[in-house]
């Protein structure tokens, strides 16, 4: 497992920017060949996935986003910063929620299912009013 520690989340008005960053530390701290994962979960809702992104060993990245972020939201790594980006653009009150980081262990793909993901950051939180 490894430590995750986020930041960046705020309040803003529908239609602002935020960005949230997630460090990776610990023994086996490296974001290359590793699935890393935003997820969030608003009160009273189940966790969703918001983002991935994996670099397989061939060095090429995959990302994928779920449909309501599409074209809003890009997550990027600092590989040699071992940092987990989530850029948000035209956030909407409906993106208003905890925002967690998410790691797998190394050398295995992607999962949407929070239960494949066995280190978890504490959580930042995004507030988006109309």
Request: hydrophobic share 30%; charged share 20%.
């Amino acid at each position: 497992q490894v430590h995750l520690v986020e930041s960046g989340g705020g309040s803003v008005q529908a239609g602002g920017s935020l960005r949230l960053s997630c460090v990776v530390s610990g023994d086996t701290a490296r974001l290359r060949h590793r699935c890393m994962a935003w997820f969030r979960q608003a009160p009273g809702k189940e966790r969703e996935r918001v983002a991935t992104i994996y670099t397989d060993t061939g060095g090429s990245i995959s990302t994928n986003y779920a449909d309501s972020v599409k074209g809003r939201f890009t997550i990027s790594q600092d590989n040699a910063e071992n940092t987990l980006y989530l850029q948000m653009h035209g956030l909407k009150s409906e993106d208003t929620a905890m925002y967690y980081c998410a790691a797998r262990r190394l050398y295995i793909g992607c999962s949407r299912d929070s239960r494949d993901y066995g280190s978890w950051g504490q959580g930042t939180q995004v507030t988006v009013s109309s």
